[in-house]
T-cell receptor, first 117, second 115 residues
Framework: GAGVSQSPSNKVTEKGKDVELRCDPI?????LYWYRQSLGQGLEFLIY????????KSGLPSDRFSAERTGGSVSTLTIQRTQQEDSAVYLC???????????????FGPGTRLTVT | GENVEQHPSTLSVQEGDSAVIKCTYS??????FPWYKQELGKRPQLIID?????GEKKDQRIAVTLNKTAKHFSLHITETQPEDSAVYFC??????????????FGQGTILTVHP
């Protein structure tokens, strides 16, 4: 079946502009994550959506970053007033709903490479 | 929350040698431990995982071992090949709270296999 998709694949924007990144998770996956990966670095957690629960926003680096998930499916990550340090690959991942006694594989999308000039 | 430490940060081996990457975690109730491989320019992909009811799992040349008492788990790659060169990430979930199931990733290990 279809995997996690993200759009756009590449985005170049000028400093100070707002950008929106989109993630389409695997159908039926109620858990959705956003990560940021700078060149040669690890996976920096940004935000976690789990079903109808309030999202875990503890990884968002500043109030310029926000995310929403509409209808429990598609998610949009918005970065306002972009800065050069926001340049990175933004990865989305989805999984089945975690239970208190078990977790499940995360499937990653191809990422959006954001360049702020 | 969960804290995951991964070592080493870089690992260089000769083709045919074995490679071992180790992770420690903090939440004793964590019950699922995946390993992801990320090739250059690609997305991370799961290569093997283990649940807390077993101590070892093998899949061809890769294996994962889990020591729940010591709260660490390791990835073992035998007979390494150049195509094993990649960044490897371990992860562990939060086992409680409102964010249960949320995976915390280690810092990554850059594995280079020299022909």
């Amino acid at each position: 079946g279809a995997g996690v998709s993200q759009s756009p694949s590449n985005k170049v924007t000028e400093k100070g502009k707002d950008v929106e990144l989109r993630c389409d998770p695997i159908s039926g996956h109620t858990a959705l994550y956003w990560y940021r990966q700078s060149l040669g670095q690890g996976l920096e957690f940004l935000i976690y959506f789990q079903g109808n629960s309030a999202p875990d926003k503890s990884g968002l680096p500043s109030d310029r970053f926000s995310a929403e998930r509409t209808g429990g499916s598609v998610s949009t990550l918005t970065i306002q007033r972009t800065q050069q340090e926001d340049s990175a690959v933004y990865l989305c991942a989805s999984s089945l709903r975690a239970r208190a006694d078990s977790s499940y594989e995360q499937y990653f999308g191809p990422g959006t490479r954001l360049t702020v000039t | 929350g969960e804290n995951v430490e991964q070592h080493p940060s870089t690992l260089s081996v000769q083709e045919g040698d074995s490679a071992v990457i180790k992770c420690t975690y903090s939440d004793s109730a964590s019950n699922y431990f995946p390993w992801y491989k990320q090739e250059l320019g690609k997305r991370p992909q799961l290569i093997i995982d283990i649940r807390s009811n077993v101590g070892e799992k093998k899949d061809q040349r890769i294996a994962v071992t889990l020591n729940k008492t010591a709260k660490h788990f390791s990835l073992h790659i035998t007979e390494t090949q150049p195509e094993d060169s990649a960044v490897y990430f371990c992860a562990a979930p939060m086992a409680g709270g409102t964010s249960y199931g949320k995976l915390t990733f280690g810092q990554g290990t850059i594995l280079t296999v020299h022909p």
